[in-house]
C-alpha cells in the first residue's frame, strides 16, 4: 500500500513537468522546421536560379507552410505542420525568395502555444535571407 501511494505522489509531481516539456519540445521543433523551411527556399531560389515561395497551407500559418516551386520545375513541394498546440503567427501572406537569395522586405515569425506567459520565437528574416532566431515571451 505504501508503495502504491508513493507511486501516486511521484506522478502528481512528474505528469505536470512532462507536459511542460513536451511542450517546450514542441514549440522548438515547430521554430526549427520553419528555420529549415526558409534555408530551403533561399538555398534553392539560388540553386534553381528561380524564384520560390515559402507559403502557408490553407488559410494561415497555423495549418502549416511550405516551400513552394514553380509547376514546370521537377523539384517536390515541400511541406512542414507545426506541433502539438503551437500557433504561427506573420503579416506576410508568403516569403518570395528570388534568385539572388534576396527577399522583397523583411519577414517575422511569431510561434508561442496555448501556455500564457510562456516563452515562445521570434523568427526574424533580413532581407539577404539573414535568420534570427530569439526568445519572446508569448501573451
Not at 515541400?78 to 534568385?99: I, K, M, N, R, Y
Amino acid at each position: 500500500m505504501l508503495t502504491i501511494g508513493l507511486a501516486g505522489i511521484l506522478l502528481a509531481i512528474a505528469v505536470p513537468s512532462f507536459r511542460s516539456v513536451t511542450a517546450n519540445i514542441a514549440l522548438r521543433s515547430s521554430a526549427a522546421d520553419l528555420i529549415t523551411a526558409i534555408n530551403t527556399a533561399r538555398a534553392q531560389a539560388v540553386n534553381l536560379r528561380k524564384p520560390v515561395l515559402l507559403r502557408p497551407l490553407g488559410n494561415s500559418w497555423n495549418d502549416g507552410w511550405e516551400v513552394f516551386y514553380d509547376s514546370s520545375d521537377t523539384e517536390g513541394d515541400q511541406s512542414f505542420l507545426p506541433a502539438g498546440a503551437v500557433t504561427v503567427e506573420s503579416a506576410s501572406d508568403e516569403v518570395e525568395f528570388l534568385p539572388s537569395g534576396l527577399i522583397a522586405a523583411d519577414a517575422e515569425f511569431k510561434i508561442c502555444d496555448d501556455r500564457s506567459g510562456e516563452s515562445g520565437r521570434r523568427i526574424h528574416v533580413g532581407r539577404f535571407g539573414v535568420v534570427s532566431n530569439t526568445v519572446i515571451t508569448c501573451g
